[in-house]
């Protein structure tokens, strides 16, 4: 890898290499993956072009799940930076890239390994779990790991006098207290696109769309929650969405995933719920950095690629492979 390569990593989180604007990014994108025996994962709020160029698409911990199935030498993870490093932990032997570096997570942020090292410490005699959009180092301070899907089935498998500390997103948080009922020590963290859903602008919508369901992802907020006619995750608000009759939904979580919902229900309608800005609907903007050009750079010269710290990769295996035997365990 030349100097020039890495002053623009350094600089913008990406590589900035020019394109010749005849190329076409798809076909050359197709052709590279095969050349360097690459895979594509991409996740749901990922834009439209680069879901269909995947090989894979899906929510996080699913998506590092077929990374560590495949044969792929090369990992291309078109998601954010937390995604491709639990890729990473899964299939350390293999390259792991991300078209952006930049690609983050104000979740994953609004939790600072070393201040959740000294909050730890207040509760001695407490089981950590942290949901799975969190950094390698929060991972590997962490008893188990979770999902937005088997959050509730996780606690839940767990001795009543057992003392928990979840984290970092207390609205998830919250939600799996009021489902199993267990009281919990919560940090307070959030996501940014599941806290600034406008309640004034659904409730117009619904009355707009009197027969629509409104389904909403378990990191939005309590007020939220309460009004819908289902929540789960990403991957079980669009299995909801096939199997469910309705002909209209209006979705609670990051726009991205409507895409995905009219691709498996053509004859359906899909309307993302409107945050409380001008916007029509809610994107994540560290998602959405990712573009065909940076993907196809990334792909090229095979940087920026994910490096972790082989101490930080075997402490945050564990929790996470906790989590799956719990999950197997319960037949999730």
Not at 41 to 57: K, M, P, R, T, W
Not at 125 to 154: F, G, M, P, R
Not at 181 to 204: K, P, T, Y
Not at 305 to 312: F, K, M, N, Q
């Amino acid at each position: 890898m030349n100097t020039t390569f890495e002053i623009d990593i350094a600089s913008k989180g990406y590589i900035d290499a020019a394109i010749d604007p005849e190329l076409d990014l798809v076909e050359e994108i197709e052709r590279l993956k095969k050349e360097k025996n690459a895979v594509i994962l991409a996740h749901y709020y990922q834009e439209s072009e680069i879901q269909d160029l995947a090989d894979y698409i899906g929510d996080s911990l699913g998506l590092s799940q077929q990374a560590a199935k495949t044969d792929a030498e090369v990992i291309v993870f078109a998601g954010v930076h937390f995604m491709a490093e639990t890729a990473k932990i899964l299939s350390p032997d293999k390259k792991v890239l991300l078209p952006d570096l930049k690609a983050g997570c104000s979740l994953s942020d609004s939790c600072p390994p070393h201040l959740f090292a000294k909050f730890k410490e207040r509760y001695p005699d407490h089981l950590v779990i942290t949901y799975v959009n969190c950094t390698a180092e929060l991972k590997a301070l962490s008893d188990i790991v979770c999902t937005s899907s088997n959050a509730v089935q996780i606690v839940e498998s767990l001795p009543e006098d057992q003392k928990i500390i979840f984290g970092p997103d207390r609205n998830l948080g919250a939600y799996v207290q009021k489902k199993t009922g267990r009281e919990m020590v919560l940090w307070n963290g959030a996501c940014m696109v599941h806290e600034i859903f406008s309640q004034e602008r659904i409730d117009a919508l619904r009355m707009a769309y009197p027969d629509a369901k409104f389904i909403a992802h378990p990191e939005c907020e309590d007020h939220i929650l309460d009004q819908a006619d289902f929540i789960g995750s990403t991957s079980g608000m669009l299995k909801f969405t096939i199997e469910d009759p309705s002909p209209v939904y209006i979705v609670a979580t990051e726009s991205g995933i409507l895409h995905q919902m009219q691709k498996a229900s053509p004859s359906k309608t899909f309307i993302p719920a409107p945050p409380n800005n001008l916007c029509a609907c809610n994107d994540c903007p560290h998602m959405k950095l990712n573009t065909l050009e940076k993907l196809y750079n990334c792909l090229y010269h095979e940087q920026p690629e994910i490096v972790l710290p082989l101490d930080v990769i075997n402490r945050a295996k564990k929790p996470i492979e906790r989590m799956l035997e719990i999950s197997a365990k319960l037949g999730l």
